[in-house]
T-cell receptor
């Protein structure tokens, strides 16, 4: 059962544009939502994360928007750059004794010149 | 560089064989997680250890096992390998906390021929 649904599967954005990736979850016990960035041949790298007690978190060009009632969250990349071209994964975690991440299926972002 | 190290980087073996993947967590991190990344299944949680004890199990096959040693490094043992076990295997680590930020290693690419 896919507990975290991610869209789109792929995304092409022009340099300077805004990249938007969306995720939806089902398990209301999830209480921590990180985004990971993965370059080919590398491990996922933690990009930014949010807790459900806030609706938005911004770090540089990266912003997470969180809608608890809709059980949705999204990643916005402002002023997208070619170096942002990577695969992005949303994830969710139910904290406690077993902190296993449930990942979305990933979005391959390509930023063109 | 996340501070998590994994060896080997690549592993090529034959069906029916057994392999061991090794992970050293970041200094100070007590939890180790193993994930499998494949094209058809995405990133899947396998197992978590905390300070030497198994904490959670995910979609881990009975042919697979893991352990965490007193120095906190971990090993993932894969036996009776099948073609479908070919994948990237990632180790992640975190400090035990309320929101366990997980930092991923560079992965081991396993190819079963």
């Amino acid at each position: 059962q896919q507990q975290v649904k991610q869209s789109p599967q792929s995304l092409i954005v022009q340099k300077g544009g805004i990249s938007i990736i969306n995720c939806a979850y089902e398990n209301t016990a999830f209480d921590y939502f990180p985004w990971y960035q993965q370059f080919p041949g590398k491990g996922p790298a933690l990009l930014i994360a949010i807790r459900p007690d806030v609706s938005e978190k911004k770090e540089g060009r990266f912003t997470i928007s969180f809608n608890k009632s809709a059980k949705q969250f999204s990643l916005h990349i402002m002023d997208s750059q070619p170096g942002d071209s990577a695969t992005y994964f949303c994830a969710a975690l139910e904290t406690g004794t077993a902190s296993k991440l449930t990942f979305g299926t990933g979005t391959r972002l390509q930023v063109t010149l | 560089d996340s501070g998590v190290t994994q060896t080997p980087k690549h592993l090529i073996t034959a069906t029916g064989q057994r392999v061991t993947l090794r992970c050293s967590p970041r200094s100070g991190d007590l939890s180790v997680y193993w994930y499998q990344q494949s094209l058809d299944q995405g990133l899947q949680f396998l197992i978590q250890y905390y300070n030497g004890e198994e904490r959670a199990k995910g979609n881990i096959l009975e042919r697979f096992s893991a352990q965490q040693f007193p120095d906190l490094h971990s090993e993932l043992n894969l036996s009776s390998l099948e073609l479908g076990d070919s994948a990237l295997y990632f180790c992640a680590s975190s400090v035990a906390g309320v929101y366990n930020e997980q930092f991923f290693g560079p992965g081991t690419r396993l190819t079963v021929l």
